[in-house]
């Protein structure tokens, strides 16, 4: 089974910065896109970063110049470095994946969401 889990979120000061960290692991036979998303509340999920395995990424204009993204293929694992951190950042953060399972085809898989709180 496969699973993919945040870690890094918390409450930071506005113009402080947080990393997130997603690692996936279970029956993973090779991973393409990675990315983030994030949800506020009483809006719409949206598309934070994305990063595919060769190393392209993407970003939302909003944190364009302020956010980028990384991955370790060997680890599994994708980061999202949040600098100059704004109220408005404030949001339930998701990891996104779309790999493929051994014996399977490809499928988009979520984690489970960490909270991020820009406050004084």
């Known amino acids: 089974q496969v699973q993919l889990v945040e870690s890094g979120g918390g409450l930071v000061q506005p113009g402080g910065s947080l990393r997130l960290s997603c690692v996936a692991s279970?029956?993973?036979?090779?991973?393409?896109?990675m990315g983030w998303h994030r949800q506020a509340p009483g809006k719409q999920r949206e598309l934070v970063a994305t990063?595919?395995?060769?190393?392209?990424?993407h970003f939302v204009d909003s944190v364009k110049g302020r956010f980028t993204i990384s991955r370790d293929n060997a680890k599994k694992t994708v980061y999202l470095q949040m600098n100059s951190l704004k109220a408005e950042d404030t949001a339930v953060y998701y990891c996104?994946?779309?790999?493929?399972?051994w014996g399977g085809g490809w499928l988009s898989y979520w984690g489970q969401g960490t909270q991020v709180a820009v406050s004084s």
């Open positions: 996104n994946a779309e790999l493929q399972e």
């Open positions: 279970g029956n993973i036979y090779r991973i393409n896109a």
């Open positions: 990063i595919t395995s060769g190393g392209t990424s």
